[in-house]
Nanobody, 115 residues
Framework: QVQLVESGGGLVQPGGSLRLSCAAS????????MGWYRQAPGKQRELVAD???????NYADSVKGRFTISRDNAKNTMYLQMNSLKPEDTAVYYC?????????WGQGTQVTVSS
């Protein structure tokens, strides 16, 4: 099992930046896949980015070139650096850890991009 706690969300103007953090309750060294998902009002939850234990990353087309996912195994923490934010990035962002066959989720952190 693992507990995940997100932080770093907030209100930012279009074009601004935020960095989300996901702190895990145990070592993430052996967790093969961790990721960030988001859910906007009235929409399904969607994958934003994920990262393998070896460092390979995957991004949704809508965030490529603007967002960067990373993980610090020594700190048991995953990050999402979000630059050039757009109003359509507004959503609750969730941290995810895949410990087959169970997927663990954080409680979410709100990101609002608005002028």
């Amino acid at each position: 099992q693992v507990q995940l706690v997100e932080s770093g969300g907030g209100l930012v103007q279009p074009g601004g930046s935020l960095r989300l953090s996901c702190a895990a309750s145990r070592s993430i060294f052996s967790i093969y896949v961790m990721g960030w998902y988001r859910q906007a009002p009235g929409k399904q939850r969607e994958l934003v980015a994920d990262i393998r234990s070896g460092g390979r990353t995957n991004y949704a087309d809508s965030v490529k070139g603007r967002f960067t996912i990373s993980r610090d195994n020594a700190k048991n923490t995953m990050y999402l650096q979000m630059n050039s934010l757009k109003p359509e990035d507004t959503a609750v962002y969730y941290c995810n850890a895949q410990l087959f066959p169970v997927a663990y989720w954080g409680q979410g952190t709100q990101v609002t991009v608005s002028s």
